[in-house]
């Protein structure tokens, strides 16, 4: 099988923490020998979808990756971006066919929560995201072959 080609996009807001997760990110990658095409920069969590929508439009991408971290602060604001973000990204997953492996952390989450995740949740994001554009590259060569073999009675 070849390589999964991903997409990362990173959230510049809170970039003393997404800049790390953006290179365990990298690294990540590397490490499980997928191709990372792309690397966009989003002002904030919120911005994200418009360019995950213009990336999962390209064909030499198979899954992306997004890497944010959403504070709490003074208000529920953080709830509102969290909750629009991932409902957002989720539907252009399923309007492209295409997995996006979500590396958001929060809401409710304080500094040091996101400091603490910094290691682990880009990780696990490109793990979902390359493992999700596997199975679903099998699921079609598999779809193909029934295809191919199928007869239809009726």
Known sequence: MNKVRIAII???FNCDITFQMLNKAKDQAQKIKADV???CFAPGSFDMPLLIEE???KKDVDAA????AIIKGETS????????AARLIADLSLKYGKPIGLGITGPDMTLEQAKDRIDIVPVRAVNAAVNMAMRIKKLKEVR????RTETIID
Do not use: F, M
């Not at 193909?144 to 295809?147: A, K, M, N």
């Open 77 to 84: 604001h953080d709830d509102i971006i969290a909750e629009n």
């Open 10 to 12: 990173v959230s510049e």
């Open 37 to 39: 095409r792309y690397i």
């Open 144 to 147: 193909s072959q029934l295809e």
């Open 55 to 57: 990336i999962l439009k």
């Open 65 to 68: 990756v997004t890497l944010g």
